[in-house]
């Protein structure tokens, strides 16, 4: 299983980038998938994450900034994120969960300064 995420950058404090995370098998009958973050000096932190069934978590600090959606025709999750802050600033790795295993795509950095 491969994990192949996009769409890091650099942007200025209250703009907005979308992640996107695609799978290289089926993605509508997994447990979910989701982001992590990890930011310099800090422990690497649960962003966001979607079950199959549609329902999402997000984590407290971007909630009403960060939106988390899936496509399962195109086996995506994407990662809206808007009104972006610098402490947002990380390197974002999105996951795949199924029953029996964990599986990590690459991480994309994603750095917010003027």
């Known amino acids: 299983v491969q994990l192949q995420a996009s769409g890091g950058g650099l942007v200025q404090p209250g703009g907005s980038l979308e992640l996107s995370c695609t799978a290289s098998?089926?993605?509508?009958?997994?447990?979910?998938m989701g982001w992590y973050r990890e930011a310099p000096g800090k422990q690497r932190e649960l962003v966001a994450a979607i079950l199959h069934n549609g329902m999402t978590k997000v984590e407290d600090s971007v909630k009403g900034r960060f939106t988390i959606s899936r496509d399962n025709s195109k086996n995506t999750v994407y990662l809206r994120m808007n009104s972006l802050k610098p402490e947002d600033t990380a390197v974002y790795s999105c996951?795949?969960?199924?029953?029996?295993?964990?599986?990590w795509g690459q991480g994309t950095l994603v750095t917010v300064s003027s």
């Open positions: 098998i089926r993605i509508n009958s997994t447990g979910g």
């Open positions: 996951f795949l969960a199924t029953t029996d295993n964990l599986y």
